[in-house]
């Protein structure tokens, strides 16, 4: 049986490995330690927003949300790109040397934006957001191939997407 003090100690380190947010849009959370995603370079255009969390939008739906930490009225809906945009390859092998690890270790997703009218939602294939699924370290990619477009149209007309170079 653990004393008073090896108690007391567990619970401070179970409640130091949980961050609480409160925000506008999706209340009160609780964010275990071990969800956290670090960017050290912060995001484009956000530089001091690090720590993010992914929450799901809805079940079922493919889009989620990722939620600053630090800031927690920022949130970007995001999304696997395969849901969305079968024929693009995502940059697995880039990301994996980027983030020093294996491809099999890698989440991808993009940043969506959506319009007042949703049939004009896009989604950022020229900066995909990936993720080390062990440390949760993650970094916003800036590919520099023209086929990536930032701002693909999900529905309507579309520019080709690039393949894995």
Known sequence: M???AEQATETG??????V?????????????GDRVLH????????PRARRFVILDHRPGSPFKWMLCLEEPDVAFAVVEPATLVPEYEPPLE?????????????????I????PDPTAMTVNL???VVVDLRTRRSRQLVLEDPR??????????RKDVAAET
Do not use: K, N, W
């Open 148 to 157: 990536c477009d930032p701002s693909y149209r999900v529905c309507g007309p």
């Open 13 to 18: 380190r179970r409640a130091a490995d949980v």
């Open 20 to 32: 609480h947010v409160a925000s506008s849009r999706f209340g009160e959370l609780d964010v275990p």
């Open 126 to 128: 020229m900066a995909p």
């Open 2 to 4: 653990a004393s008073v």
């Open 112 to 115: 969506v934006t959506i319009p």
């Open 94 to 110: 880039l990301a994996a040397r980027t983030l020093g690890v294996a491809p099999a270790d890698v989440a991808l997703f993009v």
């Open 39 to 46: 960017f050290p370079q912060g995001l484009i255009g956000f």
